[in-house]
């Protein structure tokens, strides 16, 4: 049977944590994006319902998380103008080769953001973890992330998912790198008061992928991309990151230096046909 201080003792934690609980409000997420430095912040509460795909992450890796909380840093539009289609390059400084370290030094600040809010949270009292922007693990016997930090992004309204599978934000169009954190504390799911579809479904992005791994989507589907030509493209021949680019010429969020990237069917090869690419089809 329970000492009567023992009861009192339960009841002021209880109290406290209730206490605590009710601060998790806007005004507390506004203030805490900008004290832990991140361009975007948003919140998906995890409950019974929640989309399958969250649940796996969440089973993964804190089976007692109560939200999830994205971050999103903006990549800078003077590096992505410099990407260029490879052919571009021949004779010509690889302006692209820039991207791989901006993305490298983005991805620092954002573990960074959101390391600072798991300390945050722990002080608090919630056990929370921090899932690093890049590599986390794979599903097993799948190319598909045990945790798609777009996915959960879009449902916490931070934007849409286009027809490249890249989230699109209403701030920085594809120029957003993203990461997250499970926590236990109770944050509610953050909701835009003004929600927008920003991709324009214009098929660029088809169109402009050097080895064709994004294709128009079948009827019913959101977007169809072949991730594994994807990655080999990106890993083994350059760094890429065409698809960003010309989403953000498409979608209005990004200037451009070097004139427009213009997307034409002729710039689709298959990964085979890649070293023996024909040229004269190309536009500027
Ligand atoms: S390039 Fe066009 S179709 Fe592709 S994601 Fe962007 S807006 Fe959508
Ligand atoms: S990053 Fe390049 S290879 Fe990968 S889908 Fe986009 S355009 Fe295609």
Redesign the pocket.
């Known amino acids: 049977m329970n000492q009567p201080s023992v009861i009192k003792s339960a009841e002021k934690n209880a109290r406290q944590k209730s206490q605590l609980d009710d601060q998790f409000d806007n005004n507390w997420l506004a203030q805490t994006r900008k004290d832990i430095a991140a361009d975007l912040i948003g919140v998906l509460a995890v409950d019974e319902n929640s989309h399958p795909d969250l649940l796996y992450g969440v089973k993964a890796f804190l089976p007692s998380a109560r939200a999830c909380v994205v971050l999103g840093m903006e990549y800078a539009s003077e590096t992505m103008n410099l990407i260029k289609h490879p052919a571009k390059y021949s004779g010509a400084v690889k302006t692209g080769d820039l991207l791989a370290p901006h993305v490298n030094q983005l991805t620092i600040e954002i573990d960074q953001a959101n390391s600072k809010l798991v300390k945050i949270l722990r002080e608090l009292g919630y056990r929370s973890l921090a899932l690093p922007s890049r590599g986390l693990p794979l599903r097993p016997g799948e190319i598909k992330a045990s945790l798609s930090f777009a996915h959960v992004a879009e449902a916490a309204g931070m934007g849409t998912i286009g027809t490249?599978s890249l989230l699109i934000t209403p701030e920085f169009g594809t120029r957003t790198r993203l990461a997250c954190l499970l926590t236990e504390a109770p944050l509610k799911t953050t909701r835009r008061m003004d929600p927008v579809d920003d991709c324009t479904h214009c098929l660029d992005?088809v169109k402009?992928?050097?080895?064709g791994?994004?294709s128009s989507p079948v009827p019913g589907a959101r977007y169809q991309?072949d991730a594994m030509?994807?990655k080999f493209?990106?890993e083994k021949v350059d760094n890429?990151?065409?698809?960003?680019k010309i989403c953000s010429y498409a979608t209005g969020h990004s200037e451009t230096t070097d004139g427009p990237v213009i997307a034409t069917d002729a710039f689709q090869q298959s990964l085979a046909d890649y070293v023996r690419l024909d040229t004269s089809g190309w536009e500027e």
Do not use: E, K, S, T
């Not at 402009?208 to 080895?211: E, M, R, S, Y």
């Not at 890429?240 to 960003?244: E, I, N, P, V």
């Open positions: 490249h992005c402009i992928c050097p080895v791994a994004i991309v030509r994807c493209y990106r890429c990151g065409l698809c960003q």
